[in-house]
């Protein structure tokens, strides 16, 4: 399994950003739950919203409930992370991850990660 994530980029205070994540190689996408989880040099790996293999059931950190939307295409093995209303302690390298479980919107486990896109906010 591999994951692509794009749409990462610099922005201001405010603005909104939506980064995409394809998953090839695997099995039947409805399959697995994704998620996107983010990281700050110097600091670990944080949760920040994941979805279900039907995408009826999401989960999101609650730094960015509200702000962030998480959806799925499964039609064209792409998972979304539509970003509203960015404040630059959203500034971050966005992981996606795939777990080949799809039931719930997992808030970890997971076993398949990308190799991240960068977000910048400035103020």
């Known amino acids: 399994v591999q994951l692509a994530e794009s749409g990462g980029g610099l922005v201001q205070a405010g603005e909104s950003l939506k980064v995409s994540c394809v998953l090839s190689?695997?099995?039947?996408?409805?399959?697995?739950?994704m998620a996107w989880f983010r990281q700050v040099p110097g600091q670990s790996r944080e949760f920040v919203a994941s979805?279900?293999?039907?995408?009826?059931?999401?989960a999101y950190a609650n730094s960015v409930e509200g702000r962030f939307t998480i959806s799925r295409d499964n039609g064209k093995n792409t998972g979304y992370l539509q970003m509203d209303d960015l404040k630059p302690e959203d500034t971050a390298v966005y992981y996606c991850?795939?777990?080949?479980?799809?039931?719930?919107?997992?808030?970890?486990?997971?076993?398949?990660w990308g190799q991240g896109t960068q977000v910048t906010v400035s103020s």
């Open positions: 979805i279900s293999g039907s995408g009826r059931d999401t």
């Open positions: 991850a795939a777990l080949y479980r799809g039931l719930y919107a997992y808030r970890d486990g997971y076993t398949y």
């Open positions: 190689g695997g099995t039947t996408f409805n399959g697995y739950a």
